[in-house]
């Protein structure tokens, strides 16, 4: 349910410990490094990657797959039993084991590691859903936005002190530093086992556990639920709204976490100096967009903060897709002597707010519109529309990379956060928050 009163801070911070223990797995393995070698040295197909970019593209778009069929029936499951610190924890179990294997692969050994991320990158994601259902109880409508603020500031927080300890001991993205390179997966899972445990330790189960009818099961009960939800859809109109916006929204942010850094070593082809430069600067203003826009959103209200995001987006993704040209304009007409990957770190302080703070307001957002007893369910949904989003978005680029090459196939992404701004529009806030204020089970007084 959504809390009337602020939850202690020792647990408020436990919750946001998760956060910041898994941004390792996204940064590490999906951003910065892991996929930058998957294309280059495990695939290799250079010198335009596009099978590697094309292969990549495909085993996270499984992995998302899996969590769109998978995470509103177990939502539904968790809000029934009461078991989503259960839930969370398997998946926090599942991603560090799959994680840690990494180490194994091999350049050539293609299958096995489309296999590793499959399995490592479902349980993360699918563990985004369970950390995210607890939101609603640790404060009232009004703190979620701080609350969720502080979760992703934390978490580009503990990603940047992951990774640049890993950057600088592990070195540069080569065939020839394969040997250190491989040891980012044990990293990667040791730093998530590690950070994660205060969550385990504070975050409460809120609610009593309810046992399933003779003859019937939780998975049972959980399809049922969603059978439900699924009828009285019409009431929640501003949440079902909100969540094709998301679904926009999150297919551009899948496609920059995915392919960003893949964009600066084959389009860009920045050095490794500039590289770890980018690296740090993304993580720190995604960390202050997500704190400066959590507590924006307190004063202006969720979703406006959440358009205010979308339209930043959008002058990011011109930025990344024109850095060459903005390069070369300032040689011809003044002179400058401005290489395109330092132009590209402007492009990069943008995109670095925007990240934080879009995703932070979304998921904010959706926990301001969600009713009492439905939190796993409803971020269930959040989820179903993030991880269709990413197969949607990534596939999308992969397949449009294949045919027009990376640099012309950004232009996709701009196309997204545009579609994710009309479809904002018309959400009403406060209507949505009325409707899940009034919301009431059936058999609840």
Do not use: H
């Amino acid at each position: 349910m959504v809390s009337k009163r602020r939850a202690p801070a020792r647990e408020i911070f436990g919750w946001a410990m998760f956060d910041f223990a898994n941004q390792a797995y996204t940064l590490l393995i999906i951003t910065v490094i892991f996929g930058d070698l998957f294309t280059r040295v495990i695939v290799g197909d250079g010198p335009d990657y596009r099978l590697g970019n094309l292969l990549w593209s495909l085993a996270l778009a499984v992995s998302y797959f899996l969590v769109v069929v998978s995470g509103p029936v177990c939502g539904a499951i968790m809000d029934y039993s009461r078991s989503r610190k259960r839930f969370l924890f398997a998946s926090y179990v599942l991603t560090i084991t799959a994680t840690a294997l990494l180490y194994f692969v091999e350049p050539g050994w293609i299958v096995l590691a489309m296999v590793l991320i499959i399995v490592s990158n479902f349980a993360y994601a699918i563990g985004e859903n369970f950390i995210a259902s607890f939101l609603p109880d640790l404060g009232p409508r009004k703190d979620l936005g701080w609350i969720s603020g502080l979760g992703w500031g934390l978490g580009y927080i503990g990603g940047l002190i992951a990774t640049a300890f890993t950057l600088v001991v592990l070195g540069e993205v080569a065939a020839d530093n394969f040997d250190r390179l491989r040891w980012v997966g044990p990293f990667a899972a040791g730093f998530f086992l590690l950070a994660a445990i205060p969550t385990f330790l504070w975050l409460r189960e809120r609610g009593r556990r309810r046992t399933v009818p003779v003859g019937s099961s939780y998975v049972r009960a959980g399809f049922q639920r969603l059978r439900d939800t699924y009828q009285q859809l019409r009431q929640f109109r501003d949440l079902s709204i909100l969540l094709i916006s998301i679904f926009f929204t999150m297919a551009g942010i899948y496609i920059i976490i995915s392919f960003s850094f893949i964009y600066g070593a084959q389009v860009i082809q920045w050095d490794e100096s500039v590289r770890m430069m980018m690296f740090v600067t993304v993580q720190i203003t995604a960390a202050v967009g997500a704190l400066g826009f959590g507590f924006l959103q307190s004063r202006i209200g969720a979703r406006l903060t959440y358009l205010i995001t979308l339209a930043l987006w959008m002058g990011a993704i011109i930025a990344i897709w024109q850095t060459p040209n903005v390069a070369a304009l300032a040689q011809s007409l003044w002179s400058l002597e401005w290489e395109a990957q330092y132009v590209f770190l402007f492009a990069g302080v943008l995109a670095g707010l925007s990240l934080g703070a879009a995703q932070s307001a979304g998921r904010a957002l959706v926990g301001v519109l969600t009713p009492r007893g439905k939190a796993a369910e409803f971020f269930g949904f959040w989820g179903f529309a993030s991880k269709l989003a990413a197969i949607f978005g990534i596939l999308g680029l992969g397949l449009i990379q294949a045919w027009l090459g990376l640099a012309d196939a950004i232009l996709f992404c701009l196309s997204l956060f545009i579609l994710a701004f009309i479809f904002a529009l018309p959400v009403n806030e406060q209507r949505g928050e009325q409707v899940a204020e009034n919301w009431r089970e059936r058999g609840e007084g």
